[in-house]
């Protein structure tokens, strides 16, 4: 009977929460899970003539374009390694941001500077492409043109070397998403009590000193948090970092052929909606292992940083 | 716990809701479909088709004149009413597949080098039983066009699948280029006969004009500078339906190879290589993003390669680039399917009128005022006639202003012999591209479509080694001597022996039926 009528006291008293959450679950529900129902596709080899669910089931076949060739394991190694740089410089960059940022004493300053580093990630691909270009260009580029040229150095011809790309490409990445990174961290930081602060202080501590012993250990499970979710899409890649910015040049496809750009390449021609599906199912799934095998090492480490 | 499962409850009601709206909204069109067959004047019950096309001009929001124009025409002669769709030339196959996709009503619709992936997905109709009813007038002006063969290119396992468009199919490789410099370096066009003489031509411009750069890409990204074409047409390949080269059959000993282990492929880009040595093309010709024709508009561009139907192409490009530019043509071209089918109308398998549909086609090939109004709209407003066979936009009016024109779309839609031409354009240049429609070279596996459907993994594998490949080597960016063994390996690494063995096996069955 009590319980009973505990009930919807508890109800009421998450209520407004549940309210807020709403919008987010809807998303969720219709742009995550009502699609999951169309998992069987990948399974299928579709036929308009009988039909989606009249169409013969195929087994895995729709997987094997995917391991094809020994670009199999180019595209794999390029899309993890890529993701995995992306993460650890990513965060490096993001907290080292936050840091300064919020360390800065003039308070204006500081959201000013904020405001100019979240800018770039606003700016798209296709225009981000044209920007590398206008740099990289072999005639007219900037780096060529203006800075080698003048000091003498042979020009390099940018789009046909493929082994500066990794270098360029998480420069670019890290230019255009560190600063809109560091927004979850500063936040963090806000958030920390500022008492601690100011008793490291009466005990001596200097500011680098405060950063270390404070700072990051309290930053600890949001960057966990980030990365475990950043985890989950390693096996998805910016399509308009690896495909518009090289300019889809085929001689850069050894450092910037990533799963992605591989099956829309692959596809174009075909427009096969089952192989793609496949593509799709087994970049998600290889996500969903990775993410419970590193939660699993995060929780046996230090489980209350785990995710669930 | 127990708030969890409160809340569970109250989730799986949302998601409920939210299912339940999602039907609800999803059965509307369906009934809208249902009824929509009413109205029409005559006795007859008049049966509705949705008909897409690609234009290249600017496409006006309101289409609903020409579409009455249209329908006036059909409704009074076949009974049939259109709905006129147009789209833009980048959006066309998505909207396309998009409707077939979702069961969207969609009747007649063409593509761009998709014929046979839509084939052999089943998504188009056969009309092998209806074309002898309901399209006569068609098939006889496609028999006095190009020959009573057209149709084998879009016959598969016996079934006709689509109608090519029906112009001046034989696009022989031409040498595009300012015809000013040429006079100025001091050559004529009776010295370009062949491809080999254009190393001396390109060596002059490059001698007298340092800044200009001789040759470049006809397309780009992928850079193409029309080498294939010229190979293809010089050594009389047949591509056997797949636009890889993987697996084509050199003259007529029926063997299929791989094409870029053959000499001809080698020779060809050696030459190209030897241009790109001596400076003729741009340094980053494999990837550049800036088409050659603005580097001849720009003056900064001399030359290009590229397949040109009739002789008054040059007309075209001039106006467009605002230079002084002809053309020479400097091989014969060769026909093998895809040459032909590349634009063929089709109809839906899943439509409900293929009757109607057919009926329409038959009028799309063969009836005069139905063809120029799709063309070029409404005459008096948007178009004035001029003699028999020929057109202007009405005084002070452009392409761009005019209420209506898909005068961009001639290349795609209907008989080119029953569209009026821009006025100034010679009509004999119509009647010598009908000319070459017969008098070109067939291949002798003219008719023979390859069915992907076995090989679609290699495929794709292919296409990928294709792309990184290709345009470094037509372009001559990169060493065939080097480059060539690298790429063969890729491909039969991504199955390319495969793909061979089994469209040897294909055209040996076909070749079996067809010399029975």
């Not at chain 2, 002669?77 to 147009?86: A, L, N």
Request: neutral net charge; glycine residues 8%; proline residues 4%.
């Amino acid at each position: 009977m009590k319980s009973n009528k505990a009930k919807p006291g508890a109800l009421k008293k998450t209520m407004p929460l549940l309210i807020l959450a709403v919008p987010g679950l809807l998303y969720f529900l219709i742009n995550s899970y009502f699609p999951m129902f169309g998992v069987f596709i990948a399974f299928k080899d579709i036929n308009y003539a009988k039909g989606i669910f009249g169409s013969d089931w195929v087994g895995f076949n729709n997987f094997t374009f995917l391991f094809q060739t020994s670009d199999a394991w180019i595209m794999t190694r390029n899309t993890l390694l890529y993701n995995l740089a992306f993460i650890v410089f990513g965060t490096i960059c993001s907290i080292f941001i936050a840091i300064i940022m919020y360390e800065l004493v003039s308070k204006i300053y500081s959201k000013l500077f904020l405001s100019g580093l979240v800018l770039p990630s606003l700016i798209s691909m296709v225009v981000l492409s044209l920007l590398v270009f206008a740099f990289l260009n072999a005639d007219s580029g900037f780096i060529n043109h203006s800075i080698l040229r003048p000091l003498g150095i042979p020009e390099i011809n940018w789009y046909s070397e493929p082994k500066y790309w990794p270098y360029l490409l998480v420069i670019i990445q890290l230019w255009k998403t560190a600063g809109y990174g560091s927004i979850v961290y500063f936040a963090s930081i806000a958030g920390i009590d500022k008492s601690i602060y100011e008793a490291a202080k009466i005990d001596g501590a200097g500011k680098l000193k405060q950063i270390r012993m404070i700072t990051l250990p309290l930053l600890k499970p949001t960057v966990i948090i980030l990365c475990l979710m950043s985890i989950g899409k390693i096996f998805n890649s910016d399509f308009g970092l690896f495909y518009q910015v090289p300019l889809n040049a085929g001689a850069l496809y050894s450092t910037t052929q990533t799963i992605d750009t591989y099956v829309y390449r692959a596809l174009m021609q075909l427009n096969d909606i089952g192989m793609s599906a496949a593509a799709g199912l087994y970049q998600s799934l290889v996500g969903f292992v990775l993410v419970l095998v590193v939660n699993a090492i995060v929780k046996k480490i230090n489980s209350d940083n785990a995710l669930f | 716990m127990k708030i969890f499962k409160k809340t569970m409850t109250l989730l799986l009601a949302t998601a409920l809701c939210g299912s339940l709206l999602a039907a609800c909204s999803s059965s509307e069109p369906s009934k809208a479909n249902s009824n929509g067959s009413s109205g029409g004047s005559s006795s007859e019950k008049v049966e509705k088709i949705v008909f897409a096309m690609p234009s290249f001009n600017r496409i006006p929001d309101d289409l609903s004149v020409v579409t009455d124009a249209i329908n006036k025409i059909t409704v009074e002669k076949i009974g049939v009413e259109v709905d006129f769709r147009v789209y833009g030339p980048a959006d066309y196959a998505q909207k396309v597949n998009l409707a077939l996709q979702s069961g969207e009503k969609m009747d007649v619709f063409t593509t761009l080098g998709q014929f046979t992936s839509y084939v052999s997905k089943n998504q188009v109709y056969p009309l092998d039983d209806l074309l002898p009813q309901y399209g006569k007038e068609m098939l006889a002006i496609l028999e006095q066009d190009f020959g009573a063969d057209l149709l084998e290119a879009t016959t598969m396992n016996g079934h006709v699948y689509g109608i090519p468009v029906n112009k001046g199919m034989s696009l022989p490789p031409s040498f595009v280029y300012n015809a000013d410099m040429l006079k100025e370096v001091g050559f004529t066009p009776n010295d370009i006969q062949s491809v080999d003489d254009l190393q001396k031509i390109f060596e002059a411009v490059k001698r007298k004009y340092p800044d200009v750069v001789p040759f470049g890409p006809i397309n780009v990204n992928p850079s193409d500078t029309g080498l294939m074409h010229l190979l293809k047409a010089d050594n009389q390949v047949d591509f056997l339906t797949d636009t890889t080269g993987i697996g084509v059959v050199i003259g007529n000993d029926g063997k299929v190879v791989n094409f870029y282990e053959t000499d001809a492929f080698k020779k060809g880009v050696t030459m190209v290589r030897d241009w790109f040595n001596k400076g003729y093309l741009q340094k980053d010709a494999s990837t550049t993003t800036v088409l050659f024709s603005e580097m001849i508009a720009s003056g900064r561009g001399f030359a290009f390669m590229g397949g040109y139907s009739g002789m008054e192409s040059a007309k075209a490009l001039s106006a467009q680039m605002g230079k002084n530019v002809e053309m020479k043509r400097i091989a014969p071209y060769y026909f093998d399917t895809n040459a032909v089918n590349l634009v063929s109308w089709m109809v839906n398998s899943t439509t409900k009128a293929p009757e109607a549909a057919v009926k329409f086609l038959n009028l799309l090939y063969s009836d005069k005022d139905l063809i120029n109004t799709i063309l070029y709209g409404i005459e008096g407003v948007d178009y004035v006639k001029v003699g028999e066979h020929h057109m202007k936009l009405p005084e002070g009016k452009d392409a761009n202003t005019v209420s209506y024109t898909a005068m961009l779309s001639t290349g795609i839609v209907g008989s080119e012999s029953l569209q009026y031409q821009l006025e100034g354009v010679s009509w004999s240049d119509v009647e010598l591209k009908l000319k070459e429609n017969k008098e070109t070279v067939r291949s002798p596996y003219f008719g023979f479509i390859f069915d992907q459907s076995k090989v679609k993994a290699q495929m794709s594998a292919v296409n990928n080694v294709v792309n990184q490949y290709l345009p470094g080597l037509v372009t001559g960016t990169l060493d065939p001597e080097i480059a060539i063994p690298k790429f063969v390996d890729a491909l039969n690494d991504a199955g390319a022996q495969t793909i061979i063995q089994n469209k040897q096996e294909q055209l040996d069955q076909w070749i079996a039926a067809h010399n029975k």
